[in-house]
């Protein structure tokens, strides 16, 4: 066997020792003189010069010759003038149709080969030039089932001429010949109607569709616009060929509801979100009885929660988001997925934790099975522990815990259960079994999904002080120093330094710049960029701080969260002490949502010049108005700008940190003016003149 050699090779090499195996059957029938002898041999060389064509056609011209030949003069040696009327019709009946379906082989290769190397005609210079090339590349495929259908059409039109052509002329005078031919040319204009609009169109949406779903699968991966605007024109394109499918409806509306939310323009944002609702309709339209078109529906709306231009429009999403989720389970009550979203809504955007468990406990007895409901019953029950007088907190925590550990029985490697046990244990005062469940987590999450482990290891050392082993504490500490990711830096050294007792006190920090608040006096443009690392650590645990903005319209004072968000607080009292925030502005200040300022550009992309990780998993949430939070470009990229809430924005959890809460001046934060930058507004927005920090020594 040749080292090349592949499939192909052996199976032509079965096939030789299957035909050499008959001719050597043929050979002794012969010499036996058996009275079929010669039709079987002439039959054994009919098969070998019929199986020289695919040896000629493969490329092998030298053996498919010889093989040939010698099967010719085999035949001619073995011929008998009755074959005439039997095998010879045979012999030719088979060639026949073995050549014309190596054509048709041929034929399938060029289309195939033409769709893998397909190539535009023209340079591509704009987006809606690359969509319509994706799409006419993904319909190439369609090209393939098309061929096969004309080609069997093709063949039966043959066949019956072929037949009808055979008749005797007694029998097409009996018959009738000419009205059969009449019947065969209608039926040759009308059947290609009616498989078209019946099944070709079917089965070519479906193979233009499955290409959608390649770029769907890479945009839900990578987030990228370009391959969701591509899944979401070839899955038009599979509708134009099946305009009343309601299964591709379903998946257009997806796909537009996932770019919308990684528009970056509103109005694009807007219009994105309206064309998915209105497909998301038409699928129900078409089959109301499907219940994954309301339910998607109902995401569809509340995804479109923190997207309201108001409070008015908030509610409307929220209650229609709802009516949809209740339509769902009437269609299908027994769907605990469904239920489960259903009470997120109450949970996260109605913040009704009663109504929320209410929901989950539905589920949970519905199906005591799913695993996940017992862990969302875990999470409503330790978020919702807040909530609650001093004297059921615990009971709260304690039913939690209890939930979880149920999932838990039912999916022990689940590594997102383990993070909100660990939570709920050091809750409840178990900080053995905390540092426990954080182990098991990192054993689980190995990939660091859920947390990086640098992280985790701290908590741990955290733990470990609360246990009074102050000695383990450090040793992980400094381990994970050795470790960690340089923007973490600050962070391992501000707790080493509160372990240590070697904390650093705001009133002589700022040596280093110089002068009181001296960036005050320098241009706002100027800040941009201004420092190369993070800050020193300024600020001591142990006592409070607050701040006390001063803008044009009054002053807002902010108890901060320095035991909470350290990191934040310290790059906050460092900037405001440097005067670094004096004279900037409140340069995006959205209705009902919030008011964002700390840009020295005042455009909205301006930084210190270093960024700091977050600290969102501090057990605080954007459940109420006047929170304080880091600004950032996506996670661990905090720099100068915060913002304050006007309103509960649960939408941001787990996003953005928050680092301090409204203590008084209400009546300033409603009086700052509205300002879109995408608006383009002819004025700079509300300026801060300056930010005061008081530290309170406990």
Known sequence: MPPEAGSTWLLGRSMMLGWGFLSALAAAYLILRRPTAHLIAGAVVIVGLIGALPVLFAGEVVAGLITAVISTFLLYLLWDKSWQNTLLPVAMMAAVSLIIGFLYIYLHAFLLRNSLFFQPTTNIESMEQLLSFRVLEASQAAGFITALYWFVFAMIVAAAFVLGSGFK???????????????????????????????????????????????????????????????????????????????????????????????????????????????????????????????????????????????????????????????????????????????????????????????????????????????????????????????????????????VEQGLNLKANDARAWLRAANLYEELGLIQESIDAYETLQQLDQRQQLAASWRIDMKQAELYVTLGDEATAQAIAEQTLLIAPADAAPSIQLFLSQLLGTAGDSSTALEHVGGERPLATLDPLARNEYFDAYPPIIINQNNQYEAVITTEKGEMRFQLFAQASPLAVNNFVFLAEQGYYDGLTFHRVLQDFMAQGGDPTGQGGGNPGYMFVSEVDNGLSFDRRGLLAMANAGPDTNGSQFFVTFAPVPGLNGQYTIFGELVGGDETLSAITLRDPEASPDFLGDQIVRIDIVEITN
Not at 229 to 250: G, S, W
Not at 262 to 270: K, L, N, Q, S, V
Not at 287 to 311: C, K
Request: glycine letters at 4%; charged letters at 25%; proline letters at 4%.
């Open 169 to 403: 002329q007694r029998q097409r005078q009996q018959q009738g010949l000419q009205p059969g031919y009449m019947v065969l040319i209608a039926a040759v204009v009308i059947l290609p109607f009616l498989i078209a609009n019946t099944n070709l169109h079917v089965i070519q949406a479906d193979m233009i569709y499955k290409r959608g779903r390649f770029y769907d699968n890479q945009a839900s991966g990578e987030g990228n616009p370009e391959m969701w605007d591509t899944a979401i024109a070839i899955y038009k394109e599979a509708l134009n060929r099946t305009p009343r499918e309601d299964f591709y409806f379903l998946f257009l509306g997806r796909a537009l509801l996932e770019r919308s939310t990684i528009a970056e323009d509103e109005i694009e944002r807007t219009t994105l979100f309206v064309e998915a609702e209105n497909r998301l309709k038409e699928a129900q339209t078409i089959n109301p009885l499907n219940t994954d078109h309301t339910a998607n529906l109902a995401r569809l709306n509340t995804r479109r929660v923190p997207a309201a231009s108001d409070g008015s429009e908030r509610q409307e999403r929220i209650d229609t988001a709802e009516a949809y989720y209740q339509d769902a389970l009437k269609l299908s009550p027994q769907n605990s997925v469904i239920r489960n979203e259903y009470a997120r809504v109450a949970l996260d955007l109605k913040q009704d934790c009663n109504q929320a468990i209410e929901v989950f406990t539905e589920s949970v007895t519905i199906d005591p099975f799913y695993e996940e409901t017992y862990f969302s019953l875990g999470d409503v029950y330790g978020r919702c522990a807040a909530e609650r007088p001093e004297d059921e907190r615990e009971d709260y925590l304690n039913t939690g815990l209890d939930f």
